[in-house]
């Protein structure tokens, strides 16, 4: 086997590069896989070209294909690619809005929406903040509270997230990394991804807290959700 000493980026960045490609994999940061027609029209591109893209994106490594019977729908390959895509977009320059459509989308992203399958926003920073402050997760080994470090619960999150529905020893035992923070792309602050950070979204989306809109990525909490979150985790949002 080959030794490695270096990791080389530039085929990645090669792909990401491209505005069709860059559009499509934006769309599938909301976890949920899109077909390969869906994925033409948010690019802007004809079926044919958006096949070719997505056959670049395969090879790379960056998307992955889930069948369901004669269907192929494409998601991002995982979490980490979600991480990158996020990271660029804080770097990036914005995009200017144009006309109120543009403009309410852009709030309700600010607000809340997922970033691949977790919740971010002003609603992801706040649950982060509200969790940590709150004694309900903390950094593992006493390390200091930062992003890119594992996070575990204490009794009292354990407990938190046991009333909700959560089975937070089976969400440890799974193949994925527990709990970990990333920097969120709107609001410069940390929210909570890995196996928690899904399993309480989904929850929280089950337990009508939270709602999908038809923007893919935009959340809307209700009235149920600023309660369940104010009495469950000490989480107070403000009405939108």
């Given amino acids: 086997m080959s030794q490695v000493y270096d990791s080389d980026i530039a085929p990645v960045a090669v792909l990401m590069a491209d505005r069709a490609r860059a559009a499509m994999l934006t769309a599938l940061l909301d976890g949920r896989p899109l077909a390969a027609g869906e994925l033409a029209r948010v690019a802007g591109v004809s079926p044919q070209t958006a096949s070719a ?4 994106l395969l090879d790379g ?16 390959a995982g979490e980490e690619v979600a991480a990158v895509i996020e990271a660029l977009s804080r770097i990036s320059p914005g995009v200017e809005v144009k006309g109120l459509r543009q403009s309410r989308l852009a709030r309700r992203l600010h607000t809340a929406r997922t970033c691949y399958d977790h919740l971010a926003g002003e609603a992801g920073v706040a649950l982060f903040a509200a969790l940590l402050d709150g004694g309900m997760i903390e950094p593992d080994g006493g390390r200091p509270v930062e992003t890119g470090v594992p996070y575990e619960t204490t009794e009292k999150g354990e407990h938190r997230l046991a009333e909700i529905g959560l089975d937070v020893a089976a969400l440890r035992g799974g193949r994925r990394r527990f709990a970990g923070a990333c920097l969120d792309w709107t609001e410069r602050r940390p929210h ?6 899904a399993a309480l979204t989904d929850r929280m989306i089950d337990l009508g807290w939270f709602e999908r809109g038809a923007e893919r990525r935009a959340l809307t909490v209700t009235a149920d959700g600023l309660a369940g979150l104010a009495d469950s985790f000490g989480c107070v949002l403000a009405e939108h």
């Fill in 53 to 56: 893209h997505l056959a670049k």
């Fill in 192 to 197: 909570l991804n890995g196996a928690l950070g």
């Fill in 61 to 76: 490594g960056l998307v992955g294909v889930v069948a369901q019977g004669r269907w192929r729908y494409y998601r991002l």
